[in-house]
């Protein structure tokens, strides 16, 4: 089979734009898709984020697209030709960053629209004229409605993450955004898993699909490092703080239940000297890019999230994810550790196991098919404990945010017995590395992939750590992208 792009004959400018992009070696959802949607049959495909899914679909439509193409100014040369319609606005903004760099030498536009922003400026764009709209169900049909864009020559839709379209209860609007497209045309439909739902939406929309599956579909990352340890709930911030500082890590991804927990915990890690910022489904759109961004240019170290705020983030090869509380939903697992080792990087999943969450980590067995060691935690014994209210417990004493009882800084407090051997180490520092070195290219407004040749802030971070140095930077072999497919059972 093909493997290298090299091989599929794409027209120059695409062709180009992968070569750029690093891309050396298809992965297997690209090496089996995209000759099924040159062909121009409708594909439903098994792909998880972070495989390399966008591409999968992106580039061959592009050229198929390729014979439209024209330098017109005039809006009406450039019909939409292309729907991706996406669950949240996080992976619609993620698309199309990708579509753009993969059309960036050809004269086909794209553009996207989600909801929780103005309108008015995506209006301006669709009407320009834009061959490839990427767009959330709800803010697409405010558009139609608006008749801010025509969908009357789309030839191509793409369904990416239909099963989390369903869960949050986009199905009237995929039927109606559907209802308005013309019969003729090619659609392909990407899902985590194969439903019974899923296929219902399959066979009413889909003619003959090729069914392509690159990986089991509930199968965790196999270079992803997973560890369950049994820790109290009050302990749980410190283990976080032993975790990090032991890896010699600075930034990670830190799942937590509720909204309310979330907003809690990232206060309280904030206290104890952590760059903290809380995302969830509380927070404005412009809140969550912005906090996204503040994580990928390294002045944020912990990102700490609810579930329905993390959906579909693509943020590559975070060096670990920390599951504060164990998901309810099982699947919500395998999402969630899918931050860290994506696209054959490899990565570190912790979970917190409380007494409590013992049902919810046998779902998690069942859905892996994999037995779980629960590991015992070791803490530092000369560290002072953290609890529940950010404070500080040396055995003897509370201390509240940092300071003793007096207002003096724990820092600067001698220690209360006299221990030679352990006398340095009896002080309390909170977890803090110096601020990771600015990366220009995550300076500029969330262009996640426009090189890879840059790298993220904890990446540059890790050059100079070595506890960091077993992390892989971003994956180009082929070799690598494959672990990425191995089931963890
Ligand atoms: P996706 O599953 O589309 O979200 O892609 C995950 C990541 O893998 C993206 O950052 C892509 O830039 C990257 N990627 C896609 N295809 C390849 C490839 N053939 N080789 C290396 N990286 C890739």
New binding site residues.
């Given amino acids: 089979m093909t493997s290298s792009f090299s091989n599929l004959s794409l027209a120059e400018p695409l062709a180009r734009a992968v070569a750029e ?1 690093g ?5 297997p959802i ?1 090496e089996q898709a995209i000759p099924v949607v040159l062909q121009g049959k409708d594909v439903m495909g098994a792909a998880q ?7 999968a679909f992106a580039l061959p439509l592009l050229q198929r697209m390729m014979k439209h193409e024209n330098a017109s100014t005039s809006p009406a040369r450039h019909p939409v030709r292309a729907l991706v319609l996406l669950p949240t606005r996080e992976l619609a903004v ?1 698309v199309a960053e ?1 579509v753009k760099l993969y059309a960036k030498y050809t004269n086909l536009n794209s553009a996207v629209v989600f909801g929780g922003m103005d309108m008015k400026p995506q209006t301006l764009e669709l009407k320009k004229g834009v061959e490839v709209l990427v767009a959330t169900p709800g803010r697409l049909l405010d558009h139609i409605e608006a008749k801010n864009t025509v969908l009357n020559q789309v030839e191509y839709v793409v369904l990416d993450e239909a099963d989390r379209m369903l869960d949050i209860g986009f199905l009237p609007d995929l039927q109606r955004i559907l209802s308005y497209l013309p019969k003729q045309r090619i659609t392909l439909l990407f899902s985590a898993t194969f439903s019974p739902e899923i296929k219902r939406l399959a066979s009413s929309y889909l003619q003959d699909p090729v069914t392509i599956e690159v990986a089991r579909s509930n199968a965790a990352a196999s270079t992803v490092e997973q560890h369950f340890y049994a820790v109290n709930a009050d302990d749980k911030r410190r283990a976080l703080h032993q975790i990090l500082r032991q890896r010699g890590m600075k930034q990670a991804f830190v799942f937590v239940n509720s909204k309310l927990g979330c907003a809690r915990l990232a206060r309280s890690l904030e206290r104890e000297g952590l760059k903290t910022t809380a995302l969830h489904g509380d927070k404005s759109q412009d809140e969550r890019l912005k906090a996204l961004e503040a994580f990928k240019k390294g002045e944020v170290d912990l990102l700490v999230c609810t579930d329905v705020a993390a959906r579909g983030l ?1 943020i ?1 090869d975070v060096p670990a994810v920390f599951n504060f509380d164990v998901p309810f939903n099982a699947e919500d697992y395998v999402h969630r550790i899918g931050r860290t080792g ?2 054959g990087a490899s990565g570190l999943a912790v979970s917190f196991v409380a007494s409590s969450d013992t049902r919810l980590v046998t779902d998690i067995e069942k859905l892996l098919s994999t037995k779980i060691e629960l590991e015992p935690l070791e803490f530092d014994e000369d560290r002072p404990r953290i609890s529940e209210q950010g404070r500080i417990n040396d055995g003897r004493r509370m201390y509240r945010d940092g300071e003793g009882e007096d207002g003096v800084a724990l820092e600067s407090r001698p220690p209360l017995r006299e221990r030679p051997e352990r006398r340095e180490r009896r002080e309390y520092t909170p977890y803090r590395q110096p601020a990771a070195p600015r990366d220009p290219f995550f300076d500029q407004p969330y262009e996640a ?1 426009a090189s890879t040749n840059s790298q993220p802030a904890w990446e540059s971070a890790a050059k100079d750590n070595p506890a960091r140095s077993a992390m892989s930077a ?3 072999t082929k070799k690598k ?1 494959a672990a990425l497919f191995k089931t963890s059972n």
């Fill in positions: 992009m891309y050396e070696t298809m992965t690209q984020t972070g495989t390399g899914k966008t591409a993620q990708q693509d590559k994506r696209a992939n971003n994956i180009k992208v």
